[in-house]
């Protein structure tokens, strides 16, 4: 199994949630979060002072999904994220030993 | 001691059986209180047999042991899954190894019953010794009850040692039973109205019942040595109603035990659900909802949370000795109506009640001074409650109260106890529909009406708040001209939850008109809270978009016209999230909302150059002409080429005024009429515009020594200008000397017409100042945007204010030949924030000239 971490626009939780759960995943944890690639951020100035906002708000969403579902998954939220402009994010993969299920044990992928 | 070993089985039998029955006599008649003693009297049985057994035959034997019932038990009050704490009280003659031989052995039969046993062993002068460390020991001892045994050795522990600890170690029992419940109280919100809420731990629920009752023994036995009876514990007329709060808990309590087959008392909507079917602790016939049916549960639980919060706080051992100095000066703030004793209002006067408008003079005491009512003010609004009903206080009136308890620091609190005591809901009978109401959303943690005034409070919480990020909306809670609108549209803004829950903006809209119609509110205030509430759930969705993109910054900037709407608007997104549930409102939210937020304020201040046209806005001019029908022409005429921001910021009345002042230039070619708003003066100039007119409009104020807080100045396509000034009167002179509002009318007309010196005032008002210096040091910034306006140039000027600055800066704009088509004056502290769009011949300011102004004024605002 594998661990999905994306990191998307905030404007596009709603789209990749969907999205996803059209292709039956329906767990995932959400987070919000902060950061910059090579997207600029941002600075205004209001009443004399300078507000910079150079960590730009993002969406993290972690998943952790059977091998033979990786790519699925990975094409359904770039499909979903993707604007084609700087700042659409990233996606990472790692591999994930075992998931164990708190309320009865269960383990594997079938624990997902 | 030896066990039969046939005793277990039998009691397995017999024990089940008798469950089996108490349960099946619950499910039949829902009787709580019934259940309870039922088991009690089970496991008393149960124990009565385990004694004779393995004891003594006789009940009252041995000498010198004794098994007692504490906490609960003692009570008889077990609930089907709640723990079993017992005593094995004895005289210290037995050995230690007899001694612990049978504790084991009857605990371990009684274990075997799966029962939740909790044994403790003492002698008395074990009891006799108060631990500190363990004062639950000593509370579980208010509750006792001899089961079997030594007769006497139980009543020399309850007729003696109990009343003398309690006597002597009072206070610290009390402090105890104080911090166990301020913990438990923060645990759950210090709120009774949970969505889920706890039967037994949370506010108002079965611990708090207890927690009332050992307060009232504790201060009985205190001043009596003994023990007091139970039905003097308590006032009569307050008597009856606990008991029947208690009663509808125990069978709620019953009711989630058998449901879950475990000790959880929580009320999750799935129970609800079942308990308003199964009608538990309602006992007529007819359908309920779930809803519905949790109201049973609030009145009962808001009941007991009052009188355990009250006695918690009349109890004096219960406060530390800096609490108990604070609360004897803060008695100094009584007056001819009000008494305050020990941080609780009392009447003065009883007959004094016959007064309507007195209950909102005293909520308004209580809101300025975070006081509570006593118990006895209390008892005596609820038996005020039917005559103030066939006169209340409504109107204009009412709402003169009403927005004086919003703006205090302590308005929540009050708001929550005028709800309790029904008065809210006789004042604004529009409340009563979320009285307690339960919406079933995740994200929510307390009822509809808990949240209007948690959002209440989380504002007014805001002026003390250390955050970073709270400053800044302290800030502009600071800067709002009516605040008390904001208020009002946050206690009514989810009413419609109750009428149209699909829809519950479009229910709030329709609600909130008829409360506004009634409390007399001017139609411009009806239309800024029907705006908020309408548009209050904007901010908060486009926070789910790109927070920086121009059209979603351009969007939010539309919709709410004017930075006091703005302002307004962000603020209520703020203490709405926050009033979700405590982790609603994360920095990362508050820091993306501010964010949006001066994106759409400076959006807000570049479109401000945007002109209106009669010809394209047929909605707008359909509107005032309905209130101007015999206008005709001439409004087309006056507001052809205003800014939009003019159309938006004032209201309709205002327009009109200035309209009829602008028709009167053929006489005057000066108009100006001056006013006293809430907080500023107000002086408004209608006159051609010509070089030099701004800077000596507010030269002239300057002059009179007046402080120029906010101004904007407009221009229509005709060269009519408006010019609308807000200034604070340093020296007093208009509110202590009347005739003076003509000399000063009069003074600025002269300026204008040029009939009087200008200069040499300034000169001379210059003489007579001292100058003081300022309390913090600003820096200078010239911001120029040639790119938001197509007619003009954005020059904004942030930098200390001083007397005369509006004066200096519009000169030296006037000397560089600069015409000023827009100003927006506005103060914060010790920072004036002045916005001008200017043109020179008629066009935008060349490059060259924006540099050459930029480097005047940065001289001139160097030069003090």
């Excluded at chain 2, 109890?315 to 609780?344: C, H, I, K, M, W």
């Excluded at chain 2, 109107?395 to 927005?403: R, V």
């Excluded at chain 2, 699909?502 to 609600?511: C, K, N, R, W």
């Excluded at chain 2, 300022?774 to 120029?784: A, F, G, Q, S």
Aim: glycine share 6%; with cysteine; charged share 30%.
């Amino acid at each position: 199994m594998m661990k999905i971490e994306a990191i998307i626009q905030t404007s596009k939780i709603d789209p990749v949630k969907d999205a996803l759960h059209e292709i039956g995943v329906e767990g995932m944890t959400v987070l919000e979060a902060r950061g910059h690639g090579r997207q600029k951020g941002h600075t205004e100035f209001y009443r004399g002072r300078e507000y910079t906002v150079d960590l730009i708000p993002k969406i993290k969403i972690e998943l952790v999904v059977a091998d033979e579902r990786v790519e699925q998954v990975v094409q359904t939220i770039a499909s979903a994220a993707r604007t084609g402009k700087i700042g659409d994010g990233k996606i990472f993969l790692s591999k994930i030993d075992d998931a164990i299920r708190i309320r009865n044990d269960e383990r594997g992928d079938s624990a997902l | 001691m030896v066990a039969n070993p046939l005793l277990g089985k039998d009691l397995r039998d017999f024990y089940t059986a008798e469950s089996t029955r108490v349960r099946e006599e619950f499910s039949a008649r829902r009787d709580g209180r019934a259940a309870v003693h039922g088991r009690t009297a089970l496991v008393d049985s149960v124990a009565h047999r385990l004694w004779k057994e393995l004891v003594s035959p006789d009940l009252e034997s041995p000498r010198g042991f004794a098994l007692l019932a504490l906490g609960g038990y003692g009570r008889r009050w077990l609930f089907p899954f709640s723990d079993i704490d017992i005593l094995f009280l004895h005289d210290g003659g037995e050995s230690d190894s007899e001694l612990r031989n049978r504790v084991r052995v009857f605990s371990q039969e009684m274990w075997d019953l799966r029962l939740k046993l909790s044994p403790a062993s003492r002698t008395l002068s074990e009891c006799e010794k108060f631990d500190p460390g363990n004062v639950e020991f000593a509370i579980s001892l208010l509750d006792c009850r001899c089961l079997a045994g030594d007769q006497n050795l139980f009543a020399r522990l309850h007729d003696h040692i109990i009343p003398k600890v309690v006597a002597r170690e009072s206070r610290a029992i009390v402090q105890k039973l104080t911090d166990l419940t301020r913990a438990r109280y923060n645990k759950f919100g210090n709120t009774v109205f949970h969505l889920e809420p706890n039967v037994k731990d949370g506010p108002g629920g079965l611990r708090d019942y207890n927690l009332a009752l050992w307060l009232a023994l504790i201060a009985a036995m205190e001043e009596q040595n003994v023990w007091p009876e139970e039905k003097t514990l308590l006032p009569p007329w307050l008597r009856q109603r606990f008991d029947d709060a208690l009663d509808f808990l125990m069978s709620v309590r019953c009711f989630l035990h058998f449901r879950h087959g475990r000790d959880d008392n929580t009320l999750v909507w799935a129970m609800q659900d079942e308990a308003a079917a199964a009608r538990v602790g309602v006992p007529d016939d007819a359908p309920l909802t779930a809803s519905e049916w949790m109201r049973n549960y609030f009145s009962r639980a808001r009941l007991i949370h009052r009188v355990a919060e009250q006695l918690l706080d009349e109890f004096p051992a219960a406060r530390p000795s800096l609490y108990r100095q604070f609360q004897t000066l803060r008695s100094r703030l009584s007056n001819a109506e009000f008494a305050v004793v020990d941080g609780r209002i009392f009447l003065q006067r009883q007959e004094a009640l016959g007064d309507p408008e007195l209950p909102l003079r005293m909520f308004r005491f209580m809101a300025r001074h975070g006081l509570s009512l006593s118990s006895a003010t209390e008892h005596q609004m609820e038996q005020n409650l039917p005559a103030l009903t066939a006169a209340p206080p409504k109107g204009g009136e009412l709402w003169h109260y009403l927005q004086e308890i919003l703006l205090a620091p302590h308005a929540a609190d009050a708001l929550r106890t005028m709800h309790s005591l029904r008065l809210l809901t006789l004042l604004l009978p529009e409340f009563q529909v979320i009285d307690s109401l339960v919406i079933r959303d995740f994200s929510h943690r307390f009822t509809v009406d808990e949240h209007s005034f948690v959002a209440i409070e989380n504002l007014h919480a805001l002026r003390k708040s250390q955050s970073k990020w709270d400053q800044g909306y302290a800030e502009l809670l600071d800067e709002l001209e009516q605040p008390e609108l904001l208020y009002l549209a946050l206690l009514l803004h989810d009413t419609g939850k109750a009428t149209k829950p699909t829809d519950h903006i479009a229910g709030s809209l329709e609600i909130a008109e008829r409360c506004l119609v009634r409390l007399d509110l001017e139609p411009s205030d009806r239309e800024t809270v029907l705006f908020l509430i309408k548009h209050h759930l904007d901010m908060g969705s486009a926070l789910r978009r790109d927070i920086f993109a121009p059209e979603t910054i351009a969007q939010i900037a539309e919709t709410m016209g004017t930075s006091e709407r703005l302002k307004m608007l962000c603020l209520f997104t703020y203490a709405d999230v926050k009033a979700v549930n405590p982790e609603a409102l994360t920095p990362w939210k508050a820091e993306n909302m501010w964010q949006l937020y001066i994106g759409a304020a400076n959006a807000l201040m570049r479109s401000a150059d945007r002109r209106f046209h009669g010809d394209v806005e047929e909605e707008v001019m359909a509107h005032l002409r309905t209130l101007m029908p015999a206008a005709g022409a001439r409004l087309d005429a006056f507001l052809d080429g205003l800014p939009r921001r003019y159309l938006r910021t004032q209201a309709a009345s205002d327009v009109i005024r200035h309209m009829e002042m602008a028709n009167r230039l053929e006489q005057d070619p000066v108009q100006v009429e001056l006013t006293r708003g809430r907080h500023w003066y107000e002086l408004t100039l209608v006159t051609r515009d010509r070089p030099f007119l701004f800077a000596k409009l507010v030269g002239t104020l300057a002059a009179w020594g007046m402080n120029i807080v906010k101004a904007t100045a407009f221009s229509n396509g005709a060269g009519v200008v408006v010019d609308t000034l807000y200034f604070t009167d340093r020296f007093r002179t208009l509110e202590l000397n009347l005739p003076e509002w003509e000399r000063f009318k009069t003074s600025v007309h002269d300026v204008l017409m040029g009939k009087a010196d200008l200069d040499r005032m300034l000169r001379d008002r210059l003489k007579s100042e001292k100058k003081t210096p300022p309390k913090m040091k600003v820096d200078t910034r010239i911001e120029i945007d040639d790119e938001c306006s197509e007619q003009s140039t954005l020059i904004e000027v942030i930098t200390q204010d001083q007397p005369g600055l509006l004066y200096r800066i519009s000169s030296l704009f006037a000397r560089e030949n600069c015409n000023i088509e827009i100003a927006i004056i506005e103060t914060e502290s010790q920072t004036a924030i002045d916005a001008f769009y200017l043109t020179s011949q008629g066009a935008k300011l060349a490059p060259g000239h924006q540099e050459r102004l930029r480097h005047e004024l940065l001289t001139e605002l160097a030069n003090k």
